[in-house]
Nanobody
Framework: VQLQASGGGLVQAGGSLRLSCAAS????????MGWFRQAPGKEREFVAG????????YYADSVKGRFTISRDNAKNTGYLQMNSLKPEDTAVYYC????????????????WGQGTLVTVSS
């Protein structure tokens, strides 16, 4: 499966963005989907994950209550709604697909999108 992330940009603190992850090559319903992020000089970290059907979600503590992961299997697309953004959310965001649940490590995901940059200004 090939993944294409989009929707990043520059936003002020307190603002919102919605990231999309479009899948092609194979139906996305066969995979768990996740979002990771990597800030400059830091390791890639787990942000959120969603199960095959979308009935279960899991979040990093740092984004819980502010971010919402979702998916539309009919459109072969996953989403990450980000609200109440903070400067520390600035990073390149990656979507990923895998077959393990709950998977919070990058090695658990076998397919990755190219990343989209989110910059939150203070």
């Amino acid at each position: 499966v090939q993944l294409q992330a989009s929707g990043g940009g520059l936003v002020q603190a307190g603002g919102s963005l919605r990231l999309s992850c479009a899948a092609s090559g194979r139906t996305v319903s066969s995979y768990v989907m996740g979002w990771f992020r990597q800030a400059p000089g830091k390791e890639r970290e787990f942000v959120a994950g969603i199960s095959w059907s979308g009935d279960s979600t899991y979040y990093a503590d740092s984004v819980k209550g502010r971010f919402t992961i979702s998916r539309d299997n009919a459109k072969n697309t996953g989403y990450l709604q980000m609200n109440s953004l903070k400067p520390e959310d600035t990073a390149v965001y990656y979507c990923a697909a895998g077959t393990y649940w709950v998977a919070v490590t990058s090695t658990s995901y076998g397919y990755w999108g190219q990343g989209t940059l989110v910059t939150v200004s203070s």
